[in-house]
């Protein structure tokens, strides 16, 4: 008979890396909470696991990273001064964070590496298949990225991963995936390689911070050593897992800002902004302005 897999409903959010690509930004702030328009990067990435069905969110913090805790927490000191002001619109903007999903805070107390973060969470994920996401990976779409993963993992019961077509010379800058084409479209993972350069590089498809796995992946995890940096690295377990079971990659439809960084953050704010029913016409007409000048 079968294995049975149970439903996919946990998420995990490594949120304890230093950001250090956004310094000095990031020196006292999470690179978490850095915002598109009006909302922080991790408030994205909550609402895209919610709209993929997955309501049990494990966030794996670490020292400085409070500011997280509060925003998903209820202010009562501002949402009674909203209230009063009879800002009504803003009350339930605010009000509505702290009710949109309980959340369960674990601390990384040593910066050790993604796949150590993820391991942080054993406890709560237990034999469960779960999702991981990475909040400074912005993808906006018309189906919700890690929706896009999810139709995959319930049609074929397989870890899956996010992947999208990245320039051969930006390669080294990412995990780089081998892979073989099924009859379907979906791509079988053959192996993972942590920031290849150009030469090297197996294809130009970059795992891009968005993965569902079965409960496999937690075990080898257990037993992983570090690697790349002296880290526990992600990509490792992932590669073996890929020689044990399964595991597709998805290309996913959609716009993906490397936000964590100042020119994908830039890039994400001009974009969203433009967007933006509410600011986007003067957006738009002063960026005119600076480019006609």
Same mark, same amino acid.
């Given at each position: ?16 890396? &230093? ?7 990031? $020196?006292?702030?999470?690179?978490? %909470? ?8 991790? #408030? ?20 400085? $990273? ?15 001064? !909203?209230?009063? @002001?009879? $800002? *009504? ?10 009710? %949109? ?6 601390? #990384? ?13 054993? &406890? ?23 929706? *896009? ?39 079988? !993972? ?32 257990? &037993?992983?050593?570090?690697?790349? @940096?002296?880290?526990? *690295? ?20 959609? *716009? ?6 100042? !020119?994908?953050?830039? !890039? ?7 967007? @933006? ?7 738009? $007409? ?8």
């Amino acid at each position: 008979m079968g294995r049975v897999m149970k439903r996919l409903r946990k998420i995990i959010f490594p949120a304890a890396g &230093h950001g250090t690509r956004f310094l000095p930004a990031t $020196k006292a702030s999470p690179k978490e %909470m850095l915002t598109i328009v009006n909302k922080p990067l991790i #408030q994205y990435a909550v609402e895209e696991a919610l709209e993929a069905g997955l309501n049990q969110v494990i966030m794996v913090t670490g020292r400085g $990273k409070r500011a997280i805790e509060d925003h998903f927490d209820v202010s009562f000191e501002l949402e009674t001064v !909203l209230r009063n @002001n009879g $800002k *009504q619109d803003k009350f339930e903007e605010v009000s509505q964070i702290s009710r %949109m999903v309980e959340i369960v805070y674990l601390r #990384q107390k040593m910066a050790l590496g993604l796949g150590h973060a993820v391991r942080c969470a054993e &406890h709560w994920v237990e034999d469960e298949p779960f999702a991981v996401s990475l909040a400074d990976e912005l993808i906006i779409g018309d189906v919700p990225a890690m929706a *896009q993963l999810r139709e995959v993992f319930e049609r074929t019961h397989c870890s899956v991963l996010g992947l999208m077509e990245v320039p051969r010379e930006h390669v080294s800058r990412y995990g780089i995936v081998a892979y073989e084409r099924e009859a379907d479209g979906l791509f079988r !993972l053959v192996d993972m390689v942590e920031k290849p350069s150009p030469e090297s590089a197996p294809s130009c498809y970059a795992i891009v911070g968005r993965y569902i796995f079965t409960p496999r992946l937690m075990k080898i995890l257990r &037993h992983a050593v570090p690697g790349t @940096n002296n880290e526990i *690295q992600l990509t490792d377990s992932i590669a073996r897992l890929a020689k044990e079971e399964t595991v597709y990659g998805v290309v996913l439809q959609g *716009q993906r800002f490397d936000a964590g960084t100042p !020119l994908g953050f830039l !890039l994400a704010n001009a974009t969203l902004g433009l967007a @933006n029913p509410q600011f986007g016409p003067e957006f738009r $007409k002063h960026l005119l302005g600076l480019l006609d000048r």
